[in-house]
């Protein structure tokens, strides 16, 4: 049954696609990759060797570690296990690991150095979650809606 089948494909006049040498990869084209190419480790352990990524989006499943780099790091702390990839492409809705820096002024105990309450708490500013620099621009049209809201809840309390 196989028989005739492959008899009819070789006698059909649309051949094999053959790839051409020139299509495949060149991984070891650059001196200096062929240079430190080591045939033993894979493609990413070759490139990770050289400071090079393999992959510009984040990897998918596990990181493979070796012993040493794991004994070095429990012995610095720990801390560069969580370090983050700069050529990592991450998702926008990612929390930021540190906040902007704005500036407020504050009342301190002047004893103790304490902080006892903070003054400015963004009174003369609107919420920006956005941080649009459009914000600071935009017609006072809400404002006047918060001013109006107060009252009507004046009257709603009576």
């Known amino acids: 049954m196989g028989r005739t089948l492959q008899k009819k494909k070789n006698r059909s006049s649309i ?3 053959k790839h051409k040498p020139k299509s495949q990869k060149r991984l070891l084209h650059h001196p200096i990759i062929a240079q430190n190419w080591d045939k033993n480790l894979t493609f990413a352990q070759n490139y990770s060797r050289l400071g090079l990524t393999a992959k510009l989006n984040k990897s998918t499943g596990g990181v493979e ?14 801390e560069s296990r969580g370090k983050v990839d700069p050529l ?10 540190r906040l ?15 902080i006892l309450r903070v003054m400015d708490e963004g009174k ?23 001013e109006g809201e107060e009252g009507d809840d004046d009257i709603l309390n009576l």
């Open 15 to 17: 051949s094999k696609v």
């Open 65 to 78: 570690r070796k012993v040493s780099d794991v004994r070095r790091e429990e012995e610095e702390g720990g």
């Open 88 to 97: 990592n492409i991450t998702a926008a809705t990612k929390r930021k690991e």
């Open 100 to 114: 902007d820096v704005s500036e407020v002024r504050i009342e301190r105990d002047p004893e103790t150095g304490a």
């Open 124 to 146: 003369g500013k609107r919420s920006n979650p956005l941080n649009d620099p459009l914000n600071e621009l935009d017609s006072s049209e809400e404002d006047e809606d918060e």
